[in-house]
């Protein structure tokens, strides 16, 4: 019944696209700017209203605008004021304005060859990316982008996954490098509060932006911007089932003509459906701009989290079978603890014990909030960054940008039942990257008249001669990394010898069991200094445990010719120098001393034609090559590393057709991806994996009361183990399910896959097919409603395919209404209270984490209600 009425209501959008769209569409239709919705969530700001709560069409002075169907002319080197002004009026389509995450450079979607998905304010919102405050809502992802699937693991990563790898976070440009995207763990959860916008895209960052870890795609966040305008503000409550609080503030205005600010501040303390699942949060942002003269701009930000938090990103629902997925059925049955062990569980004389044997084995209806988080697991710490922007207009086409960031972060966390626990001692790192931007033509051929000009060009198909239009950003950016991390992950391989639904949740402690204490007694094991109840591991490897600290050097060049009104070539390099230093942190026993040190060089290179036969329509073709680096728990380096893991090889090559028809109101991508990622193993080769991808892509927004959004992808990824002794790692090679009917030891597998061969092996707990849809209506009363939902095929979530995950499909429904002073949103999650699975770390084969895949799986929260209500001034 579900699923009809999705598809009912799916064919229902077809049917009113065709009405919208085919009576009156023709490509020849050029110009014409369309009709911006305001923005309907907490983090936005109503200038005014009429009387029917509608906001009139505005345009604030020098924002970058969209040129839409006609050519768009070189980007300009003067200085622009970036969301100083508030606009109400925010439109959806991706070609509306300018965007410098994809190159460094402002560009407009239309000519840029990638696939890059802005998300504005509004779409944020709308989409519920952001619902839970402080944590990642990870299956709202797939509502904007189909290649963003989402795992466990989102919840508590400053960035989505995108194309089955955790996309590389940046901020404001500059990238966040206190983070193992490859282990997926980001520390302390994500601080929505200062975001106002962020952009996604596929395959790795630019020659300007530089990528220190690999991935295929990035996600650059955009803060909050002062108001040059006027003062205004909005506070805001959040209330939802389940304990969901938050709320907040947020003001800013001008001090002067010269000087304007913001500050924002939000509260979360809120627990989950989710069985000892809760977060708590105080957030605080603010931001100084300064036009001190007409040729200079500085802008200053600054944000502070403190956090205490379940640890919800390492734990999950154990014991994942075709019972569980299809019948809501849990194999339970536990061990006492004298008998739980690692790698497998076995008896006193050493021989594994068989899950039929485990006391009160069998079947039973599962709670679906269960998890298996004891109530003393926690994550508490804080975390803070600075950041301020310098831009200097020296001449015509002559520009220079100085971008300075410096982020900290000081946390712990614990999660007793399959014991892992980490200390971070306060790791920072500062970046300073200066930019000299450069603008001017040169001519070829034509009158004696036709000379070198320095700023923009305004090429014309017809003129005598040909006239190269030239943007430059080359430039130089370092980088200090120090990191003194403490990580215990040896015994991380019992999690289903756990019964979650029948056990005494006081008993899901690793360090009661006395394969545990033998391991301390060992000094496998060592406390860490000065935290009771915590200890590490010194050689651990890429999970984490290091003093490091490390330098990097990076010049860099960004070319754009235009070599003709339909055509033009982008191209990028840069070289970065690496001068590492990691030993194991105090504490370590003087016989388990380790150090690494090294001077890497990691070059990147990218080359991008793109054609435009027609104003409205854009063929491209992408390819990039680059070195990047393996990570350490907190990204720092490992002193077990080896200079296998400096220099992996990453390529990723992408050709398109991009579509902007119908005055600017329809968008259309379609794209193929061919990627190339190594994965860093210590003392090993890297693992190669390779992602396929096809994805569409439409926006559709007709008038002001509409707009829609679709998307379809196709994603097939395999990792090549033929150059190593084990095949993938997984940490129990079947399911629950298979051991009860076989007579077999769960936990079999230990950490690299024994009893999996070396070759090729295609990912798992990875859909290959998504589909997405989102639809908004705004009606002249100020009321409107928003649907969006997603479709996944089926995976398996086992190397040897012992149990699938079903297809499965959600939708999420939002009312709204706003006036001039009041915005009131009611979000319905699951509107139809779908059953639904997101695995621990997606794509498996991408992640030398992966193989806690086998152990974890989240169910998607049942049908939820959320309500917000603002008040603006």
Not at 177 to 197: D, F, K, Y
Not at 352 to 370: C, D, H, K, S, V
Not at 618 to 625: K, L
Not at 659 to 670: D, I, S, W
Request: glycine share 8%.
């Amino acid at each position: 019944m579900k699923r009809c009425f999705f598809f009912k209501l799916f064919c229902g959008f077809v049917l009113a696209l065709n009405y919208f769209l085919l009576p009156s569409f023709s490509p020849a239709q050029q110009g014409g700017a369309s009709y911006q919705d305001p923005v309907l969530s907490p983090g936005s700001i109503i200038e005014e209203s009429n009387e029917s709560g509608t906001v009139p069409l505005q345009e604030a002075p020098k924002l970058k605008k969209s040129t839409q169907n006609d050519d768009p002319p070189p980007p300009t080197t003067t200085i622009s004021q970036v969301n100083v002004y508030a606009e109400p009026n925010l439109n959806m389509q991706p070609t509306s304005s300018d965007i410098e995450s994809v190159y460094g450079i402002p560009m407009n979607v239309m000519d840029t060859p990638r696939t890059v998905t802005p998300v504005n304010n509004k779409l944020m919102y709308a989409s519920g990316i952001n619902a839970l405050g402080g944590m990642m809502n990870p299956m709202a992802l797939l509502t904007v982008n189909p290649t963003t699937f989402g795992s466990v693991m989102d919840f508590m990563t400053d960035a989505p996954y995108v194309l089955g790898t955790q996309a590389v976070p940046y901020v404001n440009g500059i990238e966040l490098t206190l983070t193992n995207i490859m282990m997926a763990n980001a520390g302390l959860p994500w601080n929505w509060n200062m975001i106002e916008s962020f952009d996604i895209l596929e395959g790795p960052a630019n020659a300007v932006y530089g990528q220190t870890q690999g991935s295929n795609g990035i996600v650059n966040y955009v803060t909050k911007q002062p108001y040059f305008d006027k003062f205004r503000g909005y506070v805001y409550d959040t209330t939802g089932m389940y304990e969901n609080y938050i709320w907040g503030l947020d003001i800013g205005g001008p001090i002067n003509d010269k000087l304007a600010y913001r500050f924002s501040y939000m509260g979360v303390e809120s627990g989950s459906w989710w069985q000892y699942v809760h977060n708590d949060e105080q957030d605080f942002y603010a931001a100084l701009s300064a036009r001190p003269i007409e040729n200079y701009t500085a802008d200053w930000y600054f944000n502070m989290e403190f956090a205490d938090a379940s640890p919800l990103g390492y734990s999950g629902f154990n014991r994942p079978s075709n019972q569980l997925f299809w019948n809501d059925l849990y194999y339970k049955g536990f061990l006492p603890p004298s008998q739980i062990n690692s790698f497998p569980p076995t008896y006193p004389n050493g021989v594994p014990i068989p899950y039929p044997q485990f006391p009160g084995a069998g079947l039973e209806p599962a709670n679906m909030r269960a998890m298996l988080i004891p109530p003393f697991a926690s994550q508490t710490g804080y975390q803070g960054m600075t950041q301020l922007i310098q831009k200097a207009h020296i001449a015509d086409g002559f520009d220079i940008v100085n971008n300075t960031l410096v982020w900290y972060t000081r946390h712990r966390a614990i999660q007793p039942a399959y014991f892992y626990d980490e200390a971070v001692m306060g790791d920072y790192e500062v970046d300073n990257r200066t930019e000299i931007r450069l603008q001017f033509d040169t001519p070829l051929g034509g009158g004696a008249e036709r000379k070198f000009r320095w700023g923009k060009g305004e090429p014309k198909a017809d003129e005598e001669g040909l006239t190269f239009s030239h943007y430059i950003d080359t430039g130089f950016e370092w980088h200090y990394q120090r990191n003194v991390d403490y990580v215990s992950t040896n015994f991380l391989n019992i999690p289903n010898e756990f019964d979650i639904m029948n056990e005494n949740p006081l008993l899901w402690d690793a360090r009661l069991t006395p394969a545990w204490q033998a391991l301390v007694a060992q000094q496998v094991e060592i406390p860490i200094p000065g935290m009771p109840g915590y200890y590490f591991e010194p050689g651990n490897g890429i999970t984490g445990t290091t003093d490091s600290q490390y330098w990097a050097f990076a010049p860099f060049m960004q070319w754009n010719i235009q070599f003709h009104p339909k055509f033009s070539l982008l191209m990028g390099a840069r070289e970065t120098t690496y001068v590492v230093d990691a030993v194991t942190p105090p504490g370590t026993p003087p016989d388990q001393f380790a150090q690494f040190r090294t001077t890497s060089i990691a070059p990147l290179f990218n080359v991008s034609p793109v054609y435009k036969p027609f104003p409205w329509m854009t063929v491209y073709f992408n390819y990039n090559w680059l070195y990047t680096t393996a990570a350490a728990d907190m990204g720092g380096f490992a002193p077990v590393f080896t200079e296998n893991n400096m220099r992996l090889l990453e390529q990723y090559i992408e050709g398109g057709v991009k579509f902007n028809l119908y005055h600017n109101k329809l968008y259309l991508t379609a794209a193929g991806i061919r990627s190339r990622l190594d994965e860093g193993y210590v003392a090993l080769p890297p693992v190669v994996t390779h992602m396929t991808a096809f994805q569409f892509n439409m926006n559709y927004q007709p008038t002001r009361h509409f707009w829609s959004r679709a998307g379809f992808a196709y994603m097939r990824g395999i990792s090549n183990f033929t150059n190593l002794p084990f095949g993938p790692p997984e940490t129990q090679s079947y399911s629950t399910g298979y051991a009860f009917r076989h007579d077999l030891p769960l936990d079999d597998a230990g950490m690299f896959g024994y009893g999996y061969p070396p070759g090729i092996w295609p990912w798992i707990a990875f859909p290959q097919l998504v589909a997405n849809g989102m639809v908004s209506y705004t009606f002249d009363n100020g009321f409107g409603i928003t649907l969006s939902g997603t479709w996944m095929s089926a995976t398996p979530i086992f190397w040897n395919y012992t149990a699938w995950i079903p297809a499965q499909d959600y939708a999420n429904l939002q009312l709204f209404y706003q006036n001039k002073h009041w915005q009131i949103n009611l979000y319905i999650w699951n509107v139809f209270n779908s059953h639904y699975w997101i695995p621990y770390a997606a794509a498996a084969g991408a992640s030398p984490d992966s193989g806690s895949n086998s152990d974890w799986v989240i169910p998607g929260q049942a049908f939820w209600i959320q309500g917000t209500v603002a008040y603006r001034f």
